[in-house]
């Protein structure tokens, strides 16, 4: 079985596998670094010295830069399908509540700050006339003209309501937010979760379909029409009756206000999964972490996302980690990415874990 495919045939395969009808699990390659500067030509050398503006990007050239990625990956071959968003490295929710962008070029990140004067008790709601909203259709627009259909293209990556709160209160100072201002801390997840609402279906509006779905950015799945992808991280943060209390509505609400969505956790803290079973979402994507639990230390949490929905693997694998994944999981509704840096590698992978499977 060869491991070069075409997009069509990919498409129908990933439609399997969100129907947990697929008759091996899927397997994909992700190639150069996780580090958006690092990753993306076109932002390198992004100024230090001050907080970034939107006309520090140039849409246009990132296009271009999409296009060379996009080519790169199909060089190696597997079942995914790479995927463009507007620039994933920025902060974008955290922008449009008006706190302040940062590089780190030496890190290869993007960050958010508050500024001295911010006012964290202030009233937030999205507007699609900021600059970054206008930027963000700007780098979806000259996407659309760069791809001609030939890629992909989804929602840049969207931070979650626990995720914002902890940025306007860093550390420990959320958790006593939270115990001593709830009614304060209660209105400021509403309004979060509807500038994160409203965000998705902005840009939704300015994807076109790929095959009837669309992209995941850097996560390269193709996924159903409509389908977002969102991350609540913070919640690693919370005990399991704070998220209950302060987050859990609102995750119930993004579910229902878009199409579909892909949950992105970290085993790492605590991770409502059982939680967020209990929604209805397209997939549950649960990241190999360095220096977290390894695959086989997961088990128990891969069954129960496997015994109701599909369940995304993507991290820097190990093959001890593909020894059990692929002996030990159901194949349907299982999809496998992992990071590789040659093409030599990612043949071994193919030949071991599909071929011989």
Known sequence: MSMYFGIGERVERF???YQKNNERPLLGFYVGSDYPIFQYESVRGLPEDRPLKP??????SFAKNCRKIFELHEEYGGDFIWSASAFWGIPWVEALMGMDIYANNKTGSLYAALPKDYDTTQSFRFDRNNPLAILCRDFLTELKKESGGDFPLATTRMRGVSDLLSALYPGHKLIYEMIDNPDIIHRLAGEI???I???????LELI????????SFYYNLWAPKGTIWYQEDAVALLSPGLYDEFI???NEELIR???GCIMHQHPTGYMPYEKYLQMNFNAHEVHLDEGGP????LSEVYRKIQSSSCLVIWGDLRESDFDFLFSQLDKRGLAVCTMVRSKEEAEHLWNKYILKQ
């Open 55 to 60: 006309s520090d990007f140039d849409p246009v």
């Open 294 to 297: 390894r695959a086989e230390e």
């Open 257 to 259: 206000s878009v199409p």
């Open 208 to 215: 076109p379909e790929f095959h009837g779905g669309t992209g």
């Open 193 to 195: 979760n509807n500038l």
């Open 197 to 203: 609402i409203d965000f998705a279906n902005f840009q």
């Open 248 to 250: 859990r509505k609102h």
């Open 15 to 17: 439609r399997a596998f």
